[in-house]
C-alpha cells in the first residue's frame, strides 16, 4: 500500500489484533549449532533463576536434559514488531507470531517499489503518523515467537486499518503459502504426468499435461518460455478429496 | 510395551541401521540422539550475536511471483543486504 495515509488506526481497538504494533518486542535468536549452551550453578548443579554467578557448559560435554529441562543461553535483541497471528487467535493462544520491523537504510530497497507492493517477500510499513518510528519493511521470511504475557496493549503504538491488515493477509498468504513446482533442469523425483503451475491460471493458453520420466530433468514449459519465464512443474493425483 | 511404543523403537533401529554407514557425519547414540558433526559444533560460536537471523539475508526460491502485477518489475523478491532494526522513537 502506497503513502501512509489510511495505513495505521491510531484509535486503539478494543481488543488486540493482527498488525498490532509494539515498540520493544523481544527476538530471541535459535542457536546455531546442534550443541547447546547450558547454564548451571557455580558446582554443576541446575540453576536456579535468581541473580548472581552461573557456569555455562557445552550441552556437547555434559549430561543434560536427564529427563529435565535445562537452562541455556541465547542471543537476543529488541525491536519495533508486528503481530502477525491472527485476531480471532490472539486472546486463546498463548504463542503470538510476530515480525520486526527493518530500516531501509543499508539496503538497495527501492522504496517506490517496496510500498507499490512489487517485492513479493517483504511488506512496506510507512512512517508512524507520530514519528514512533520510520518508514521500513516486514520480511515475511523472519518471524518470531513471544508469549503474549510479554506485551501489554497499553504499549501499542499503532494497529493496522482494515485496508491495511488485508494487505497485509495477502503478503501473508504469497510470502508463506504459495503454490511452488519443480523448474526446468531438476531431476524428475517420480514417474507421472505433470502439469505446469504457473501457467494454469491463464487463459488462452494449451497448459499442456507432459509426462516425465523419474532420473530425467524437467524440460521448459512452452507457453512459459514464450514470456521468458520458467516453468513450475507439479505431478498430478487422482482427483479425490483431500 | 505399547504398540505404538514398539512402533517408535523400531523405527528408531531402522534409523540408526540407515544413517551409520550412509552418513558419517551423523552420529546416532545409544539412546537414539541424532548429532550433525558437519555443522558448527562448538555451542558457544552457536550462540554469538553474529548468528542472529536478522542479520541473515532473505533466503529466496523463486524468482518471480505467482501474482501478475501490470507493467513493472512484479513479483521481483529481494534477496540483498538485510536492513538494521527499526528503532522506537518517542517523540514527546
Partial sequence: MAGEEGFYDLSSPVFPQQGDIFPNLPLVHPPATPHLTILRELDGRPWTPKPGQLQASSEQFLAAFDDAPEYVAVSAER????????TCDLLDHELWLICPLFSLEG????????????????????????????AGYLDLGKCFVIRKQVVHEKDRIASLSIAAQHALTDKLSQTLTRPWGYAPG???PATGRYRCLRCFQFDGLANEIVEFRAGDKFGECA????IKKRAQWRILRKHARY | ?????????GN??????????????????????????????DA??????????????????EDDSMKPVVGTNAGERYNGAPGRLLRFKNPR
Avoid at chain 1, 79 to 86: D, K, R
Fill in chain 1, 186 to 188: 531438476e531431476l524428475v
Fill in chain 1, 223 to 226: 507457453d512459459c518460455l514464450k
Fill in chain 1, 79 to 86: 525491536s519495533p514488531g508486528i503481530v502477525l497471528t491472527q
Fill in chain 2, 44 to 61: 558457544f560460536q552457536g550462540v554469538r550475536h553474529e548468528h542472529r537471523v536478522t542479520l541473515q539475508a532473505p533466503v529466496l526460491h
Fill in chain 1, 107 to 134: 539496503t538497495t530497497i527501492d522504496a517506490g517499489n517496496l510500498f507499490a507492493d512489487k517485492y513479493a517477500n517483504l511488506f512496506g510499513m510507512p512512517k508512524h503518523p507520530l514519528e514512533y518510528f520510520d
Fill in chain 2, 12 to 41: 528408531l533401529e531402522i534409523a540408526r541401521q540407515t544413517l551409520r554407514p550412509a552418513n558419517p557425519e551423523l552420529v546416532v547414540s545409544p539412546d537414539g540422539q541424532i548429532a550433525n558433526t558437519a555443522s558448527l559444533t
Fill in chain 2, 1 to 9: 510395551m505399547s504398540a505404538a511404543h514398539a512402533r517408535v523403537l
